[in-house]
């Protein structure tokens, strides 16, 4: 087995300039009889552009190889630097709140719940395809850059479109545009809205009504939009 700082170099944030990082982390999960990767993206905000410093791909069935990697990659950033760390809560509540727990020295842990139903550009829409097509536009638009290598570039393609959804088909190795959703992530800590923090205070179920507190917490970064908050655990 590899170890985590001869997959990662320790010093792989000297590349950083002064922006705000954030981080999006896609968990582990099966698709199809397949196991696909975990994958984490670190994005800095720098002279209008997001700038996709890091972006690691993994597999393992322990916890700890994954927090390993989340306290190498985050506690290379300057601490002034860090932004938020943002984890898709639609199935990995219960993870995130350990993650919560466990990073609290580093770095805060926000969820997103992809499963939410908000108006993005006039119309009706599940959270995770209105952070889909918000990413894939800033990529078109050039807002994005993305580190050179094919294979990530072939990770990004195994997305489509079926109507409006984003969809993702996988590869014989189990992979499943693990990077476009770290990718998107990434970028939801700097652009999104409201996002509530994963602290201990924070862990209570959703009211009976289907009511989530508003927060009044905002993501770093200078451009907002959609209007899409998570629910509280």
């Given at each position: 087995?590899?170890?985590?700082?001869?997959?990662?170099?320790?010093?792989?944030?000297?590349?950083?300039?002064?922006?705000?990082?954030?981080?999006?982390?896609?968990?582990?999960?099966?698709?199809?009889?397949?196991?696909?990767?975990?994958?984490?993206?670190?994005?800095?905000?720098?002279?209008?552009?997001?700038?996709?410093?890091?972006?690691?791909?993994?597999?393992?069935?322990?916890?700890?190889?994954?927090?390993?990697?989340?306290?190498?990659?985050?506690?290379?950033?300057?601490?002034?630097?860090?932004?938020?760390l943002v984890?898709?809560?639609?199935?990995?509540?219960f993870l995130?709140?350990?993650?919560a727990k466990?990073?609290?020295?580093?770095?805060?842990?926000?969820?997103?719940?992809?499963?939410?139903?908000?108006?993005?550009?006039?119309?009706?829409?599940?959270?995770?395809?209105?952070?889909?097509?918000?990413?894939?536009?800033?990529?078109?638009?050039?807002?994005?850059?993305?580190?050179?290598?094919?294979?990530?570039?072939?990770?990004?393609?195994?997305?489509?479109?079926?109507?409006?959804?984003?969809?993702?088909?996988?590869?014989?190795?189990?992979?499943?545009?693990?990077?476009?959703?770290?990718?998107?992530?990434?970028?939801?800590?700097?652009?999104?809205?409201?996002?509530?923090?994963?602290?201990?205070?924070?862990?209570?179920?959703?009211?009976?009504?289907?009511?989530?507190?508003?927060?009044?917490?905002?993501?770093?970064?200078?451009?907002?939009?959609?209007?899409?908050?998570?629910?509280?655990?």
């Amino acid at each position: 087995m590899i170890a985590i700082r001869e997959a990662i170099s320790p010093n792989w944030a000297e590349f950083l300039c002064a922006g705000k990082v954030c981080f999006g982390l896609d968990v582990a999960s099966t698709e199809g009889k397949k196991s696909n990767p975990s994958s984490l993206t670190a994005t800095e905000y720098w002279d209008r552009i997001y700038w996709q410093r890091l972006v690691v791909r993994w597999k393992t069935e322990h916890y700890a190889v994954m927090l390993g990697i989340l306290e190498l990659v985050i506690g290379a950033v300057p601490r002034e630097q860090r932004g938020v760390l943002v984890v898709d809560t639609s199935n990995e509540k219960f993870l995130a709140r350990e993650l919560a727990k466990d990073l609290s020295g580093l770095v805060r842990v926000v969820g997103f719940y992809g499963q939410q139903v908000v108006r993005y550009c006039g119309e009706k829409s599940d959270a995770k395809t209105a952070m889909g097509a918000a990413y894939c536009s800033a990529l078109e638009d050039a807002l994005i850059a993305m580190p050179p290598g094919k294979w990530l570039e072939t990770d990004h393609r195994l997305v489509t479109r079926n109507g409006a959804r984003f969809e993702a088909d996988v590869d014989a190795q189990g992979n499943h545009a693990d990077t476009f959703d770290s990718g998107k992530l990434s970028y939801w800590g700097h652009v999104g809205t409201g996002l509530e923090s994963c602290s201990p205070s924070s862990w209570r179920h959703k009211s009976r009504q289907g009511k989530s507190r508003k927060s009044s917490n905002r993501a770093s970064g200078t451009r907002r939009w959609g209007g899409i908050r998570t629910r509280r655990f």
